[in-house]
């Protein structure tokens, strides 16, 4: 499927705006991801050691906030500027994180912007995947450094492809072998099907490399898991 044929910005809201519930649990994360609750974890640990002192976090695609309050666990002074595409579910984090976000916008990464220098930490969780062309993860990418701080972090957790044609049938099967367990065939087409509609994810590779081209360092892959990573960098 092109990228034409991918649901448009206004679908994918639409779906969102009816799953609030289902990405609200903080003990589990979203279960449909491969390790959610582990990289929940491991990304705040992550954050908190690459820049130990956090003011202001910007939560991408913030859901109804989990990586936010995991991220607050560890950084109990720190303020969050949240974005995503569904007003419901920025209500929900709004109304989780209480007196912590300070800020909440409503809309598409790609047409937000920031004044340079504005955050110490970026999270961003199963959102870049809807990222469509090159030039748009250029774009993000470049965006986030110029958002955070010098020693300033970003951290990514997310989707991701394969570079090679067999690893990636090898490993959606392994993926769709966990949604089997996790909800029986049932689950594995649903989750297949909208992954086919809506994401484009690309390697986990080519980011590293787009991150060290917008000019990050200590460029870090914390985990995979079949088509799950968690990774990030530091601005230099």
Request: glycine share 6%; net charge negative; proline share 4%.
């Amino acid at each position: 499927m092109s990228p034409n044929d991918k649901s448009t910005v206004e679908e994918i809201r639409s779906r969102f705006d009816r799953d609030v519930e289902r990405f609200s649990n903080l003990e589990t994360g979203q279960t449909a991801t491969m390790d959610a609750a582990y990289c929940l974890d491991l990304v705040s640990r992550a954050a908190c050691a690459a820049t130990p002192r956090i003011g202001s976090v910007l939560d991408v695609g913030c859901g109804a906030g989990n990586f936010s309050l995991k991220l607050r666990e560890r950084a109990p002074d720190a303020r969050f500027t949240l974005v995503d595409l569904s007003r419901p579910m920025l209500d929900r984090a709004q109304e989780r994180l209480g007196a912590s976000a300070v800020a909440a916008h409503a809309g598409d990464i790609r047409s937000i912007d920031f004044p340079d220098a504005s955050f110490d930490v970026i999270v961003a969780a199963a959102v870049l995947h809807h990222l469509r062309t090159p030039e748009e993860w250029r774009s993000v990418f470049d965006a986030f450094r110029r958002w955070l701080r010098p020693g300033g972090s970003v951290w990514v957790f997310d989707l991701v492809s394969h570079e090679h044609s067999g690893i990636e049938a090898l490993l959606w099967h392994r993926y769709g072998d966990y949604l089997e367990q996790l909800g029986g065939a049932v689950c594995r087409e649903k989750v297949f099907a909208y992954v086919q509609k809506e994401d484009t994810p690309t390697p986990v590779t080519y980011q590293l490399e787009l991150l060290r081209a917008a000019g990050f360092d200590a460029v870090d892959l914390l985990h995979k898991n079949a088509c799950f990573a968690a990774f990030g960098a530091v601005r230099r």
